[in-house]
Protein backbone atom coordinates (compact mmCIF):
# COMPACT_ATOMS: atom_id res chain seq x y z
CA UNK A 1 0.00 0.00 0.00
CA UNK A 2 1.55 3.36 -1.13
CA UNK A 3 2.46 6.14 1.66
CA UNK A 4 0.51 9.55 2.12
CA UNK A 5 2.37 12.18 0.85
CA UNK A 6 2.51 13.36 5.02
CA UNK A 7 3.64 9.62 5.81
CA UNK A 8 6.41 10.48 3.20
CA UNK A 9 7.76 13.24 5.42
CA UNK A 10 7.92 11.28 8.77
CA UNK A 11 10.62 9.49 9.92
CA UNK A 12 10.66 6.88 12.63
CA UNK A 13 11.89 7.81 16.27
CA UNK A 14 11.47 6.30 19.76
CA UNK A 15 11.45 6.96 23.03
CA UNK A 16 9.08 6.98 26.92
CA UNK A 17 6.18 8.07 26.75
CA UNK A 18 3.31 8.81 29.87
CA UNK A 19 -0.24 8.09 28.73
CA UNK A 20 -1.95 9.27 31.53
CA UNK A 21 -1.59 11.27 34.80
CA UNK A 22 0.22 8.46 36.37
CA UNK A 23 2.84 10.25 34.85
CA UNK A 24 4.43 6.58 34.18
CA UNK A 25 6.80 6.43 31.18
CA UNK A 26 7.23 3.53 28.91
CA UNK A 27 8.71 2.81 25.63
CA UNK A 28 6.86 4.43 22.86
CA UNK A 29 7.49 4.43 19.16
CA UNK A 30 6.71 7.90 16.88
CA UNK A 31 6.99 10.24 14.05
CA UNK A 32 9.30 13.34 13.52
CA UNK A 33 9.41 14.80 10.59
CA UNK A 34 11.75 14.87 7.91
CA UNK A 35 14.66 17.60 8.10
CA UNK A 36 13.24 20.19 5.98
CA UNK A 37 15.28 23.12 4.16
CA UNK A 38 15.62 25.10 7.24
CA UNK A 39 16.06 22.14 9.39
CA UNK A 40 18.87 20.71 12.10
CA UNK A 41 17.94 17.13 13.07
CA UNK A 42 20.16 16.09 16.24
CA UNK A 43 20.76 12.44 17.31
CA UNK A 44 20.11 13.26 21.15
CA UNK A 45 22.82 12.40 23.50
CA UNK A 46 21.25 13.54 26.68
CA UNK A 47 18.46 15.30 28.30
CA UNK A 48 17.80 17.01 31.33
CA UNK A 49 14.92 16.08 33.99
CA UNK A 50 12.84 19.14 34.75
CA UNK A 51 10.42 20.01 37.69
CA UNK A 52 8.29 20.98 34.48
CA UNK A 53 8.52 16.98 33.00
CA UNK A 54 7.06 15.96 36.43
CA UNK A 55 4.41 18.78 36.61
CA UNK A 56 3.03 17.90 33.20
CA UNK A 57 3.46 14.07 33.25
CA UNK A 58 0.94 13.78 35.94
CA UNK A 59 -1.07 16.71 34.60
CA UNK A 60 -0.98 19.31 37.58
CA UNK A 61 -1.26 22.13 35.31
CA UNK A 62 -4.28 20.56 33.97
CA UNK A 63 -3.07 20.79 30.10
CA UNK A 64 -1.13 17.91 29.46
CA UNK A 65 -2.07 16.45 25.56
CA UNK A 66 -1.37 12.38 26.39
CA UNK A 67 0.78 10.51 25.23
CA UNK A 68 3.64 12.81 26.00
CA UNK A 69 7.05 12.68 25.78
CA UNK A 70 8.55 15.18 28.19
CA UNK A 71 12.26 16.82 27.75
CA UNK A 72 12.91 20.03 27.22
CA UNK A 73 16.98 20.52 27.95
CA UNK A 74 18.17 18.20 24.86
CA UNK A 75 22.20 18.12 24.06
CA UNK A 76 23.47 15.94 21.42
CA UNK A 77 25.56 16.35 17.69
CA UNK A 78 24.34 17.64 14.24
CA UNK A 79 23.40 14.62 11.85
CA UNK A 80 21.23 16.63 9.15
CA UNK A 81 21.40 20.02 8.05
CA UNK A 82 18.86 21.85 5.22
CA UNK A 83 19.85 23.09 2.30
CA UNK A 84 18.97 26.67 4.29
CA UNK A 85 21.16 26.04 7.44
CA UNK A 86 23.78 28.43 7.57
CA UNK A 87 24.65 28.57 11.21
CA UNK A 88 25.44 24.46 11.94
CA UNK A 89 27.19 21.78 10.57
CA UNK A 90 26.85 18.15 10.50
CA UNK A 91 28.89 16.99 13.76
CA UNK A 92 28.30 19.81 15.79
CA UNK A 93 27.70 20.13 19.55
CA UNK A 94 24.27 21.49 19.99
CA UNK A 95 21.32 22.13 22.28
CA UNK A 96 17.82 22.21 22.05
CA UNK A 97 15.53 23.97 25.05
CA UNK A 98 12.17 24.65 26.01
CA UNK A 99 10.80 26.04 22.99
CA UNK A 100 11.24 25.10 19.28
CA UNK A 101 9.05 27.28 17.31
CA UNK A 102 7.02 30.98 17.04
CA UNK A 103 5.36 32.95 15.12
CA UNK A 104 8.85 34.63 13.45
CA UNK A 105 7.22 38.01 13.08
CA UNK A 106 5.66 39.33 16.26
CA UNK A 107 6.77 42.03 18.21
CA UNK A 108 8.17 39.96 21.00
CA UNK A 109 9.96 37.61 18.49
CA UNK A 110 11.41 40.83 16.38
CA UNK A 111 13.06 41.72 20.15
CA UNK A 112 14.36 37.94 20.44
CA UNK A 113 11.97 37.31 22.73
CA UNK A 114 10.72 34.17 21.34
CA UNK A 115 9.81 32.47 24.64
CA UNK A 116 6.56 35.34 25.14
CA UNK A 117 5.56 35.22 21.54
CA UNK A 118 2.25 34.23 21.19
CA UNK A 119 1.76 31.64 19.16
CA UNK A 120 5.12 29.61 21.01
CA UNK A 121 5.60 26.14 20.57
CA UNK A 122 6.83 24.18 22.80
CA UNK A 123 9.50 21.27 22.80
CA UNK A 124 6.85 18.66 24.30
CA UNK A 125 3.47 18.78 24.77
CA UNK A 126 2.14 21.33 21.79
CA UNK A 127 1.16 21.49 18.12
CA UNK A 128 2.66 22.35 15.12
CA UNK A 129 0.80 25.07 12.83
CA UNK A 130 0.17 21.66 10.44
CA UNK A 131 -1.40 20.19 13.61
CA UNK A 132 1.41 17.29 14.46
CA UNK A 133 2.02 16.69 17.89
CA UNK A 134 5.49 17.81 19.29
CA UNK A 135 7.74 14.96 21.29
CA UNK A 136 10.82 15.77 23.68
CA UNK A 137 13.95 14.81 24.48
CA UNK A 138 13.63 11.52 26.23
CA UNK A 139 13.97 10.31 22.82
CA UNK A 140 16.48 9.36 20.11
CA UNK A 141 16.51 12.06 18.22
CA UNK A 142 14.59 15.32 17.17
CA UNK A 143 14.23 17.88 13.95
CA UNK A 144 14.53 21.35 15.09
CA UNK A 145 14.15 25.11 12.71
CA UNK A 146 17.62 26.06 13.27
CA UNK A 147 16.34 29.35 14.86
CA UNK A 148 15.61 27.60 17.86
CA UNK A 149 19.25 25.70 18.00
CA UNK A 150 21.85 26.41 20.36
CA UNK A 151 25.73 25.41 20.02
CA UNK A 152 27.34 24.24 22.96
CA UNK A 153 30.41 26.38 23.55
CA UNK A 154 33.76 23.69 22.93
CA UNK A 155 34.58 23.02 26.69
CA UNK A 156 30.67 22.93 28.27
CA UNK A 157 29.89 19.13 28.78
CA UNK A 158 26.93 17.81 27.09
CA UNK A 159 25.66 16.27 30.69
CA UNK A 160 26.06 18.63 32.91
CA UNK A 161 25.39 21.59 30.57
CA UNK A 162 21.87 20.10 29.77
CA UNK A 163 19.90 21.36 32.46
CA UNK A 164 21.29 24.90 31.39
CA UNK A 165 18.80 24.93 28.76
CA UNK A 166 15.76 25.71 31.02
CA UNK A 167 17.46 26.00 34.54
CA UNK A 168 20.10 28.26 33.58
CA UNK A 169 18.60 30.39 31.41
CA UNK A 170 15.37 30.48 33.80
CA UNK A 171 17.57 32.32 36.16
CA UNK A 172 19.64 34.23 34.17
CA UNK A 173 17.64 36.24 32.40
CA UNK A 174 15.72 37.40 35.20
CA UNK A 175 18.84 38.50 36.56
CA UNK A 176 19.74 40.66 33.37
CA UNK A 177 16.39 41.69 33.08
CA UNK A 178 15.68 43.08 36.61
CA UNK A 179 19.45 44.66 37.04
CA UNK A 180 20.46 41.47 39.26
CA UNK A 181 24.15 41.51 38.71
CA UNK A 182 25.78 44.20 40.00
CA UNK A 183 28.96 43.04 41.88
CA UNK A 184 28.77 43.48 45.81
CA UNK A 185 24.57 43.67 45.97
CA UNK A 186 23.54 40.70 48.10
CA UNK A 187 21.06 38.20 46.30
CA UNK A 188 18.94 35.99 47.57
CA UNK A 189 18.04 32.37 46.03
CA UNK A 190 14.96 30.74 47.36
CA UNK A 191 14.99 27.47 47.43
CA UNK A 192 17.95 24.77 46.45
CA UNK A 193 17.04 22.81 43.66
CA UNK A 194 17.72 22.67 40.35
CA UNK A 195 17.06 25.99 39.63
CA UNK A 196 18.16 27.55 42.75
CA UNK A 197 21.72 25.60 42.68
CA UNK A 198 22.47 27.29 39.10
CA UNK A 199 21.34 30.70 40.47
CA UNK A 200 23.77 30.01 43.17
CA UNK A 201 26.47 29.76 40.81
CA UNK A 202 25.83 32.50 38.00
CA UNK A 203 25.38 34.83 40.77
CA UNK A 204 28.63 34.53 42.41
CA UNK A 205 29.87 34.63 38.68
CA UNK A 206 28.53 38.16 38.50
CA UNK A 207 30.15 39.30 42.07
CA UNK A 208 27.36 38.93 44.03
CA UNK A 209 26.95 37.88 47.81
CA UNK A 210 24.67 35.13 47.71
CA UNK A 211 22.48 33.77 50.84
CA UNK A 212 20.72 30.46 50.19
CA UNK A 213 17.26 30.33 51.55
CA UNK A 214 15.91 27.07 52.60
CA UNK A 215 13.68 25.24 54.83
CA UNK A 216 16.09 22.05 54.52
CA UNK A 217 19.04 23.18 57.30
CA UNK A 218 20.78 19.76 56.20
CA UNK A 219 21.50 21.69 53.14
CA UNK A 220 23.76 24.28 54.24
CA UNK A 221 27.20 22.82 54.40
CA UNK A 222 26.47 21.95 50.43
CA UNK A 223 25.61 25.27 49.67
CA UNK A 224 28.33 26.92 51.03
CA UNK A 225 31.23 24.10 51.15
CA UNK A 226 30.24 22.85 47.36
CA UNK A 227 28.17 25.49 45.29
CA UNK A 228 30.22 28.48 46.75
CA UNK A 229 27.10 30.59 48.77
CA UNK A 230 28.21 32.96 51.13
CA UNK A 231 25.35 32.47 53.70
CA UNK A 232 22.67 30.27 54.53
CA UNK A 233 18.89 31.07 56.07
CA UNK A 234 16.73 28.52 57.13
CA UNK A 235 13.36 30.04 56.63
CA UNK A 236 11.22 28.35 59.36
CA UNK A 237 13.76 29.15 61.80
CA UNK A 238 12.13 32.37 63.44
CA UNK A 239 14.73 33.55 64.83
CA UNK A 240 17.24 33.31 61.78
CA UNK A 241 14.43 35.19 59.65
CA UNK A 242 14.00 37.72 61.89
CA UNK A 243 17.86 38.25 61.96
CA UNK A 244 17.86 38.74 58.70
CA UNK A 245 14.97 41.01 57.72
CA UNK A 246 15.86 43.82 55.64
CA UNK A 247 19.39 42.65 54.73
CA UNK A 248 19.44 41.85 50.46
CA UNK A 249 19.03 43.99 47.14
CA UNK A 250 17.37 40.87 45.32
CA UNK A 251 15.46 37.51 45.88
CA UNK A 252 15.04 34.89 43.31
CA UNK A 253 12.50 32.49 44.08
CA UNK A 254 12.72 29.26 42.35
CA UNK A 255 9.84 27.36 44.87
CA UNK A 256 7.66 25.30 42.95
CA UNK A 257 5.46 24.44 45.94
CA UNK A 258 2.84 26.54 47.35
CA UNK A 259 4.42 28.88 50.11
CA UNK A 260 4.29 32.49 51.47
CA UNK A 261 5.68 35.40 49.73
CA UNK A 262 5.39 37.78 53.17
CA UNK A 263 8.41 36.52 54.48
CA UNK A 264 10.58 36.82 51.58
CA UNK A 265 9.65 40.13 51.28
CA UNK A 266 10.70 40.97 54.78
CA UNK A 267 14.12 40.20 53.74
CA UNK A 268 14.30 42.85 51.10
CA UNK A 269 15.89 46.40 51.52
CA UNK A 270 13.84 49.22 50.41
CA UNK A 271 13.44 48.89 46.73
CA UNK A 272 14.52 45.59 46.51
CA UNK A 273 13.09 42.77 43.87
CA UNK A 274 11.42 39.78 44.35
CA UNK A 275 11.30 37.63 41.31
CA UNK A 276 9.49 34.52 41.12
CA UNK A 277 10.25 31.66 38.42
CA UNK A 278 9.04 28.48 40.20
CA UNK A 279 5.07 27.38 38.84
CA UNK A 280 3.38 26.26 42.00
CA UNK A 281 -0.13 24.46 40.72
CA UNK A 282 -1.87 26.77 42.83
CA UNK A 283 -2.26 30.99 43.32
CA UNK A 284 0.46 31.92 46.08
CA UNK A 285 -1.23 35.09 48.19
CA UNK A 286 0.42 38.62 47.70
CA UNK A 287 0.57 40.55 50.40
CA UNK A 288 0.23 44.01 49.48
CA UNK A 289 1.42 46.27 52.28
CA UNK A 290 5.11 45.63 52.28
CA UNK A 291 5.54 46.28 48.97
CA UNK A 292 4.15 49.56 49.11
CA UNK A 293 5.87 50.46 52.43
CA UNK A 294 9.37 49.35 50.75
CA UNK A 295 8.50 50.30 47.60
CA UNK A 296 9.71 46.84 46.53
CA UNK A 297 8.86 44.85 43.19
CA UNK A 298 7.39 41.64 42.80
CA UNK A 299 8.09 40.11 39.45
CA UNK A 300 7.98 36.69 36.95
CA UNK A 301 10.03 35.50 34.15
CA UNK A 302 10.08 32.66 31.75
CA UNK A 303 13.16 31.58 30.44
CA UNK A 304 14.67 33.56 28.04
CA UNK A 305 14.71 34.09 24.03
CA UNK A 306 17.14 32.46 22.03
CA UNK A 307 20.00 35.10 22.06
CA UNK A 308 19.92 35.13 25.44
CA UNK A 309 19.82 31.93 26.07
CA UNK A 310 23.20 31.22 23.93
CA UNK A 311 24.46 34.02 25.48
CA UNK A 312 23.99 32.18 28.95
CA UNK A 313 25.39 29.14 27.81
CA UNK A 314 28.75 31.48 26.68
CA UNK A 315 28.34 32.69 30.05
CA UNK A 316 28.88 29.81 31.54
CA UNK A 317 31.44 28.14 29.41
CA UNK A 318 33.42 31.38 30.15
CA UNK A 319 32.93 30.88 34.31
CA UNK A 320 33.30 26.89 34.32
CA UNK A 321 29.22 26.79 35.36
CA UNK A 322 27.48 23.61 35.06
CA UNK A 323 24.48 21.62 36.62
CA UNK A 324 25.26 19.07 39.45
CA UNK A 325 24.04 16.18 37.67
CA UNK A 326 23.04 12.43 38.44
CA UNK A 327 23.46 11.00 34.97
CA UNK A 328 20.82 8.05 34.95
CA UNK A 329 19.63 5.31 32.48
CA UNK A 330 16.16 5.41 30.51
CA UNK A 331 14.81 2.57 32.33
CA UNK A 332 15.80 4.93 35.99
CA UNK A 333 13.11 7.31 35.01
CA UNK A 334 10.23 6.52 37.07
CA UNK A 335 12.20 6.08 39.83
CA UNK A 336 13.90 9.65 39.22
CA UNK A 337 10.30 11.20 38.68
CA UNK A 338 9.52 9.75 41.94
CA UNK A 339 12.95 10.52 43.84
CA UNK A 340 11.72 14.58 41.97
CA UNK A 341 8.51 14.69 43.58
CA UNK A 342 10.26 13.94 46.96
CA UNK A 343 13.47 17.05 45.97
CA UNK A 344 15.67 13.65 45.75
CA UNK A 345 18.37 14.84 43.92
CA UNK A 346 21.21 17.16 44.11
CA UNK A 347 20.62 18.75 41.66
CA UNK A 348 19.52 17.67 38.32
CA UNK A 349 18.93 13.94 36.97
CA UNK A 350 20.05 13.55 33.49
CA UNK A 351 19.19 11.02 31.26
CA UNK A 352 22.14 9.47 29.18
CA UNK A 353 19.72 8.82 26.41
CA UNK A 354 22.23 7.86 23.83
CA UNK A 355 23.71 4.41 26.01
CA UNK A 356 20.29 3.72 27.41
CA UNK A 357 17.49 3.89 25.01
CA UNK A 358 16.93 1.47 22.54
CA UNK A 359 13.86 -0.64 21.24
Not at 148 to 157: E, K, T, W
Not at 194 to 208: P, S, Y
Not at 313 to 322: E, M, P, Y
Not at 351 to 356: K, L, Y
Amino acid sequence: MAKSAEEENQQKAFGWAATDNSGILSPFNFSRRENGDDDVTLKILYCGVCHSDLHTLRNEWGFTFYPVVPGHEISGVVTKVGKNVTKFNIGDRVGVGVLVGSCKTCECCEQDLENYCPRIIFTYNSYNPDGTKNYGGYSDMIVVDQRYVLRFPDNLPLDAGAPLLCAGITVYSPMKYYGMTEAGKHLGVAGLGGLGHVAVKIGKAFGLKVTVISSSPQKESEAIDRLGADSFLVSNDPEKMKSAIGTMDYIIDTVSAVHPLLPLLSLLKVNGKLVTVGLPNKPLELPVFPLVMGRKLIGGSDVGGMKETQEMLDFCAKHNITADIELIRIEEINTATERLAKSDVRYRFVIDVANSLSQ
